[in-house]
C-alpha cells in the first residue's frame, strides 16, 4: 500500500490544505510563517526556479541563513523534481566555489546581493533571495 504522503513539500501542502493558519516555522529573531504561507511561498519560488529554466534532476545551490526563504526554497526545488545542494554560509569564498562548481549546480541561491544583479528573469522584490546562474556544468 502506498503512503498518503511520500514528500516533505506533499506533506505542507497536505497540512495546509486541513489547518491553513497553523504555525510552521518560528525562528530566534521572531520570524514566523503559518503552514499556508510556506505552501504558498514555497509554490511561488518553485514558479521562479522554473522559469529560469531549472529541470528535473538540476541541482540548486542553496547559500542562505536559516530562514523561512531557505525552509521554503528547499521545498521548492524537491517541488520541481531538482536536487537541494545546502553551501554553508560559513565557508570561504573558495570553499563555496569548490561545493558550487563541483556539485554541478545549475543555479546558486544566495540572500546577499551579487555585484552584477540578479540573473534575468529571477525574482527582485527585497525580500526574494538572488538568484544567479553557475560557472559551473550541469551534470546529467
Sequence with gaps: MRPRVTTLFELVDESA????DAEALVFADGERLTVGALAERSVRHAAALLGL???????????????????????????????????NARYRPDEVRHVVVHSGAALLVTAAPVRDGPAPGAPTSPTSP???STPGPRRS
Design 17 to 20: 490544505a486541513a489547518d491553513p
Design 53 to 87: 529554466g531549472l529541470t528535473a534532476g538540476d541541482r540548486v545551490a542553496l547559500l542562505l541563513p536559516a530562514s523561512a526563504d531557505l525552509v521554503a526554497l528547499l521545498l521548492a526545488v524537491t517541488r520541481v523534481g531538482a536536487v537541494a545542494v545546502p553551501v
Design 130 to 132: 538572488a538568484v544567479r
